[in-house]
């Protein structure tokens, strides 16, 4: 799959060349403030096929004090205009981006609800996709996409 992708500014991108996950709608309260939105739509992909293009010194990374156990709970985001950036996680070879960063119109169904124990009292999930109230397993290979 060829996915690109920017910050408001379009001062840092990134493109992706390999397999990426359909769209994990977050409802936890950590990535609601991250984002500002009701959920936080996550994609997974694959980090040995991702690049960042442009001046990757806009880029700056907050890592939020650890809940319950390690990795911190991180967040990059580009210095100039705020826009959220794709988390590269290298230990687990994953990038985790928000799917509202990607150019164009990327087909990333949204294929299930992880934290719905936290989510907003005011976002009802209708959808009939699986949820789950916690942290859901790791995404089965069968619905990657690319």
Do not use: N
């Not at 990535?31 to 010194?57: I, M, N, Q």
């Amino acid at each position: 799959m060829h996915l690109t992708g920017s910050c408001l500014c379009g001062g840092i991108g990134f493109e992706l060349d390999g397999w990426a996950s359909p769209v994990q709608a977050c409802h936890a309260s950590r990535c609601r403030k991250a984002t500002g939105a009701l959920y936080s739509p996550e994609v997974a992909a694959s980090a040995a096929a991702f690049r960042w293009v442009g001046d990757e010194g806009l880029i700056r990374q907050y890592d939020a004090p650890i809940l319950h156990e390690p990795p911190a709970y991180r967040r990059c985001f580009c210095d100039r205009c705020g826009s959220p950036l794709p988390v590269v996680i290298a230990e687990a070879g994953i990038v985790i981006l928000q799917a509202g960063i990607l150019d164009g119109t990327a087909e990333l169904p949204v294929f299930r609800h992880a934290f719905v124990g936290q989510k907003s009292p005011c976002c009802d999930i209708t959808d009939g996709l699986p949820q789950f109230d916690g942290q859901p397993p790791a995404p089965d290979p069968s619905v990657l996409l690319g």
